[in-house]
């Protein structure tokens, strides 16, 4: 039985990556170890397949995904090539030519000449070969791209890859194409080739299943290069084809045409495919006598030089022509709409123009075949083709224009940033769309803008693509900003901005060098307050965030910031509460229980009136208040910081302040037994800009929220994100992340889900440096819900055996409650003399926290065999959100309460749990 060419159902996001992999005929067991899932899982993903697709063997499914383009959820796009609105004409042996060259070598550039037909040649192509290719055919237009350094970022944005915490562009591409087997089409090199030619290099060296096909009107000069010379159009078919094509599209009548004196006009054009198009556009409005006759005055063929520069004077020629046909009015608006980088409005060429009748003369260059229009984000928009917009600027600097053009679109480009800055948000859509719009431009006018306006543009540039989710571009425009401007003031803004925007991404030496380079910089104006602050931010977030750190700077060099921060800080109170709340990090170091310090920096802080420098005091607080056992003081802290920041717009400055209050709080909240309050802070973690294409980050806190509230198919979704995640990012080491995946293994194992429950597991321990240093209480009160759940008491006694009162550090402080309710629980269940001492103690510890203290009463009951305990216990648990103990409860409690816990029990997955005890 055939594939089919889709499935009858939509595939999830798992089937569909089941569905890859089997195009790439892994067995099961390749395919359990590479998606970490296990077996069983691939087994029933794949019965799944073949009942959707309709086919009844593997072999079918591998076809259907060799012509099925990867599914995703959340995850990058799949690979897409443009639609083109006209019909591709001829070049039969061109496109099986440039085909077998792809299949034999690597990198392949189609070389040609301006509107010879490179890039509908190559797309062609590429569309042939996609079905091929397990990972299909990619296609990015490097036209928008002026800064070598934005190639990389251009592609990642096209191939949908996303930004990576602490990670380049380039290494971003390098892990995402790792193993795919998939054609990637640059269009458009010929501006870049020294760039292109080093990210293709690094890519195919990188990713061996990967192929390369460029255009580009120059080579990139590389031994590893195979070049395709793109010819004319063949005068005896191909061209005549093309230009009949486009004149009936244009609505000529063509039922009596001469092919031999069209044939004439092609030859005359060169038989490049551009001006032939341009030709026929013209043909309802003068006829072939009319073509004739403009054709034959207007190309200036160049004599001597090369064949190439023939070409480039033939185009030229032809689009003088084209121009010369134009009311002076419609060449202007051209000349002056050549400086659009990317797509443009009319109400945009109205205000670079300076002409109020813009829209109706953009409208008469459309039907002159020099614009397009293409959709956009609610409003038509128009893209001028390269040769066009050269052979513009080529016009505008011959008529002295270049200079003024410029400036207009500069100031155009600050005006439309400045409104995208006041409208900006997080999480709308409509918003990032219109940025996307307008980005391209932005970079392009920041190329060419001096003075105060280059510096103006990097800033807001910068601040647009921090909130728009691309915190590395951000930092690298802040550091632009920097070089853009005399003023040593403005200077030492920029890097501080800079410095915010790495410490955001997670970059922890990049935010010291960068806070650096902006402390002396406002010393050298005279700032010595500005240094201070940022040299203690410097020593606060090496204690406060060694995880950012590969190697943690030693104490002397903590030491020695705080003694500089002190001699500049003078009696500037910012500047005091910040070196304060540094050394209230340094001090909590050694001693969590050190509250003095904490305190003292959260009076200075609130003194000095600056939120950012009072949230982290407050976080110092609430560490200290962790340690204390006071779990609602240290909500009510984590909280205040919600208040105190997330009434603010998200700005580099402080990004990490947005982060970490959401982090937090979601942790005070589990201590607290408050799983709504830890869902809604995991979740807002989860959508900040700089973090949501990151999934181990966004998802890590949520996945243990779910997995103790008992929503165990959200937990398993979210690990495979995790995974997924985790694995582009080149699987780095997170500490405070891995207790995501390890509560994910542990809701595998209570499904009865073992190979699962080990696959995610193995993330969880390659995730950290040394899983034997995991948190204490947060693993082993993880590890104790199944032993709990099967009825093995002694065991679930084995694993809690570290008394509750002597765990020393904030992870552990915030699973204590949890842990010392489980502690007692197990006692009784085992039978342990000390069962009701572990009652007592556990009394204590667990009286902040309704859930933990619900599960104790549930103890109790049991220790006291009452079912009208058992039956208020579950009662309480209702109230909490907390489903699954709750449903242990009711289980325990019998009767119809049993039945209902079941019921739950079968609902998300879990193994049956024993019913007597």
């Known amino acids: 039985m055939a594939a089919t060419t889709g499935p009858v159902e939509e595939i999830s996001a798992r089937e569909a990556e089941v569905l890859d992999a089997l195009g790439e005929h892994l067995t099961n067991a390749e395919i359990a170890a590479k998606l970490f899932i296990s077996i069983r899982t691939v087994e029933s993903h794949v019965s799944s397949l073949l009942r959707k697709f309709g086919v009844a063997d593997r072999r079918a499914l591998a076809q259907a995904a060799s012509s099925r383009s990867q599914a995703s959820t959340g995850a990058p796009a799949p690979p897409t090539l443009p639609s083109p609105l006209t019909s591709f004409v001829g070049r039969t042996e061109e496109r099986r030519a440039l085909a077998e060259a792809l299949g034999e070598h690597r990198m392949v550039t189609a070389l040609g000449p301006g509107g010879v037909g490179k890039t509908r040649l190559s797309l062609a192509v590429a569309a042939d070969l996609a079905t091929s290719l397990p990972d299909g055919a990619w296609f990015v237009d490097l036209v928008p791209v002026t800064d070598p350094s934005m190639i990389a970022p251009a592609v990642v944005t096209a191939l949908g890859a996303g930004e990576q915490a602490g990670r380049s562009a380039v290494d971003t591409l390098v892990s995402w194409l790792a193993g795919k087997r998939a054609l990637l089409v640059l269009d458009n090199c010929e501006h870049l080739v020294d760039g292109v030619a080093t990210l293709v290099e690094r890519l195919l060296t990188a990713s061996p299943g990967l192929t390369v096909l460029a255009t580009s009107q120059a080579r990139l000069l590389v031994p590893f290069e195979w070049v395709f010379t793109v010819p004319p159009l063949s005068l005896a078919d191909d061209a005549v084809e093309l230009f009949l094509g486009r004149a009936a599209a244009a609505g000529a009548r063509l039922s009596d045409v001469d092919r031999s ?29 009319g073509l004739e006759a403009g054709l034959a005055g207007a190309l200036r063929l160049l004599s001597g030089g090369r064949r190439r ?93 270049s200079d003024a053009a410029t400036e207009a679109h500069t100031r155009w480009c600050l005006r439309a940033a400045d409104e995208l800055s006041r409208s900006a948000t997080t999480d709308s859509g409509s918003w990032r769309a219109a940025f996307d719009d307008v980005a391209d431009d932005l970079r392009d006018a920041l190329g060419r803008a001096t003075g105060q306006p280059a510096h103006d543009l990097a800033v807001r540039l ?105 001699e500049h800080a003078g009696d500037d109170p910012v500047a005091a509460a910040q070196v304060r709340v540094a050394e209230a990090f340094k001090t909590i170091t050694y001693d969590p229980r050190c509250i003095s310090c904490a305190e003292d920096a959260l009076r200075l802080a609130r003194a000095a009136c600056d939120p950012a420098i009072e949230s982290a005091a407050l976080d110092a607080v609430t560490v200290v208040r962790l340690a204390e056992g006071e779990v609602r003081a240290a909500l009510d802290g984590a909280m205040r910081r919600v208040e105190l920041i997330g009434e603010l717009r998200v700005r580099p400055e402080f ?27 995991a979740e807002g973690l989860r959508d900040l800009p700089f973090v949501r294409e990151e999934g181990h980050i966004a998802t890590s806190r949520l996945m243990v ?18 995974t997924e995640g985790w694995v582009r990012a080149g ?34 321990d390659a995730s950290v440096p040394d899983p034997a240093g995991r948190s204490v209480a947060g693993g082993r009160m993880l590890d104790a819900l199944v032993p709990l759940h099967l009825g093995e008491a002694e065991r679930a006694v084995e694993v809690l055996s570290v008394p509750p009162e002597d765990f020393d550090n904030a992870f552990d402080d915030v699973c204590r409650p949890w842990y010392a309710a489980m502690w007692a629980e197990a006692a009784v269940l085992a039978g342990r003399a000390d069962a009701q001492q572990r009652i007592d103690r556990a009394t204590v510890l667990t009286r902040q926290n309704p859930i933990a203290a619900a599960m104790l009463a549930r ?7 009452s079912r009208d305990g058992l039956v208020a216990a579950a009662a309480s648990l209702r109230e909490t959100a907390c489903r699954y103990q709750w449903a242990r409860t009711a289980v325990f409690a019998g009767g119809a309460e049993r039945e209902a816990g079941e019921a739950l029990f079968r609902e998300i997955g879990a193994v049956r749990m024993p019913t007597t005890y």
């Open 859 to 865: 103890a109790v009951a049991l220790a006291e065999r």
């Open 655 to 681: 990004g990490i302040e947005f982060a970490d209050m959401h982090a937090m709080a979601a942790e005070c909240a589990i201590a607290t037994g408050d799983l709504g309050t830890a869902r809604r802070m």
């Open 731 to 764: 699987r780095p080491f997170v500490w405070s992340l891995s207790r995501g995946p390890y509560a994910a293994s542990v809701v595998h194992r209570l499904r009865g889900e073992i190979e699962a429950a080990q696959a995610i597991r193995a993330v969880a």
């Open 309 to 401: 520069d023939e070409r480039h004077s033939s185009l030229r020629s032809t689009l003088d022509w084209s121009y010369d046909l134009l009311a002076e009015d419609a060449r202007a608006v051209l000349r002056w709409s050549s400086v659009f980088a990317a797509p443009f409005t009319a109400d945009a060429a109205a205000e670079v123009t300076g002409r109020a009748d813009a829209a109706a003369i953009l409208a008469e260059l459309v039907d002159h075949s020099l614009l397009t229009p293409v959709g956009g984000t609610g409003r038509s928009r128009y893209r001028m083709l390269e040769t066009i917009r050269q052979y513009g600027q080529e016009r505008l600097a011959k008529d002295g224009e």
């Open 705 to 722: 929220v779910t997995a103790l509230a008992g929503d165990w198919p959200e937990t398993i979704a979210l690990a495979d994100r995790f």
């Open 462 to 566: 910068a601040e647009l693509t921090f909130v728009r989710g691309m915190p590395s571009e951000a930092q690298r425009r802040f550091e632009q900003a920097a070089t853009l401007t005399d003023d040593v003031e403005a200077k030492a803004a920029a890097l501080r901005r800079a410095a915010g925007a790495a410490l955001s991404r997670l970059s922890g030496p990049e935010a010291v060098r960068l806070h650096r380079e902006a402390a002396d910089a406002a010393l050298a104006a005279g700032d010595g307050p500005g240094a201070a602050r940022l040299l203690g931010k410097i020593a606060e977030m090496i204690h406060r965030g060694a995880g950012l750190f590969p190697e943690l700077p030693d104490d002397e060099f903590v030491d020695a910031l705080l003694t500089e921060a002190r």
């Open 261 to 289: 004196r069209i044939s004439s006009i092609c030859q005359g054009l060169d038989g490049m495919a551009l001006p032939i198009e341009l030709a026929a556009a013209r043909l309802p409005a003068l006829g072939l006598d």
